[in-house]
């Protein structure tokens, strides 16, 4: 009996996108083994950035634990971005030895993450400065402090951005995270390792709430593409090597300190500026939602994540073991329309949005995220307590603060 036409096609659809992702996975890996530049031609002026004697007490003074009993050691790559400056102050907060590592890229306005690490450095975190990519200098690190953990946060971020330099995203969402996973294997002990994934993987899928469950082989973007490369990546070293692994799937994540490159923070720029605010529809009008979640309840996901890690069971680059292997969404569980959110900025600017609506084009972006949380409340006991007035609230208030003409810089 022959089998519905549906059958077929369906059949076809998930054998192409399965072709789309190992192909994207098979170029990345030769890319890294191959043609990705080895420690000895990273950019010399860089390397000056490390190393010394100084460099090495400023390295171990922050690896330091305040409390020496079962304080945890993290390296916190990416620690100037924006999730990663609030992670890595509150690790130290609460006592943890906190080593962060940054490449201060310009992807966005680099001084905005110099102003991050100055309030780091306050808070007694010491943020190396170099490159994931760079294997000398995670080696270095290495030799210096047995790191308990490595909180992953570094990656290439946007959406749309990878239409333009997509080989970022390969070098960082996929060489720079097997270049950390490969220092972490072969470090003895082995750290527990927490990475942000993000809810971009979930792509086409249209049935929501978002669950970890749920299919991950339809990317809408290469942004997203490289993340769920991340995924299988993880998987590998973990079967492979024993390394504990979490992936953390971030949901539109928003706050104080924030990327400029999100539409929250342009959004809120250019109606001070009264410039157009560009809203983007789905086909037949439909909205654009988003489930945002702000800064602080993604810091309480990440720290608990860390907290229930288990211990890696390899050494040395030696499987003695099952690991853990794990992973989580991280969201609000409110998607909230766009409009809404610039209706929001409206009312706490006190200033009117010149705004556009157009359709949203061909870029990589979904029209909706919505993320079901069950999960990691179970598992890590998270519970997102933000909504979004309260959290764009504290949004602007930063924002007018941190770009008022007498500078002021408030804390984290």
Excluded at 332 to 359: C, D, F, H, W, Y
Excluded at 390 to 405: A, I, Q
């Amino acid at each position: 009996m022959d089998k519905p036409l549906y059958v077929h096609r369906f059949r076809y659809h998930f054998s192409i996108t399965k072709v789309l992702f190992w192909s994207l996975l098979s170029v990345s890996l030769v890319y890294f083994f191959f043609y990705h530049p080895p420690s000895s031609s990273v950019d010399s002026s860089r390397r000056r950035l490390w190393g010394g004697a100084d460099w090495e007490y400023r390295v171990l003074h922050s690896a330091r634990p305040r409390s020496r009993a079962g304080g945890r050691v993290v390296l916190v790559t990416g620690a100037a971005g924006f999730i990663g400056t609030h992670v890595s102050a509150a690790l130290r907060r609460r006592g943890d030895g906190v080593v962060g590592l940054d490449n201060f890229n310009d992807y966005y306005d680099s001084s905005l993450k110099r102003g991050r690490a100055s309030l780091l450095e306050r808070a007694g975190v010491f943020i190396v400065e170099g490159d994931i990519n760079d294997s000398l200098l995670l080696k270095r690190l290495f030799g210096l402090v047995k790191f308990s953990h490595v909180m992953h946060l570094a990656a290439q971020a946007g959406v749309r951005y990878a239409m333009k330099n997509p080989s970022s995203y390969v070098n960082s969402n996929i060489a720079g995270f097997i270049s950390v996973l490969e220092v972490c294997k072969n470090a003895n002990p082995q750290p527990a390792i927490i990475w942000a994934s993000s809810s971009s993987v979930y792509g086409l899928n249209s049935k929501t709430p978002f669950s970890e469950k749920d299919r991950t082989d339809q990317p809408s973007s290469l942004y997203a593409a490289t993340k769920k490369a991340g995924e299988a990546i993880a998987h590998t070293y973990n079967h492979i090597y024993g390394l504990s692994i979490t992936g953390l799937r971030f949901f539109t994540v928003y706050g104080p300190w924030g990327r400029p490159d999100m539409a929250y923070f342009f959004f809120t720029r250019n109606i001070l500026k009264r410039k157009n605010v560009v809203i983007f529809e789905g086909p037949n009008h439909s909205t654009v939602a988003r489930d945002f979640t702000y800064i602080d309840d993604i810091v309480k996901g990440c720290l608990a994540a860390l907290d229930t890690a288990m211990k890696s069971t390899g050494s040395g680059g030696k499987k003695r073991g099952p690991a853990q292997l794990r992973v989580f969404n991280l969201g609000n569980t409110t998607p909230e329309p766009v409009g809404k959110l610039v209706s929001t900025l409206e009312r706490l600017l006190k200033v009117k949005a010149k705004k556009i609506v157009l359709p949203m084009p061909a870029n990589g972006d979904v029209l909706f995220t919505h993320a079901n949380v069950s999960l990691a409340q179970k598992e890590l006991g998270y519970k997102p307590t933000t909504d979004l007035q309260t959290g764009l609230k504290k949004f602007v208030r930063w924002y007018l603060d941190y770009y008022s003409p007498s500078r002021k810089k408030s804390a984290v």
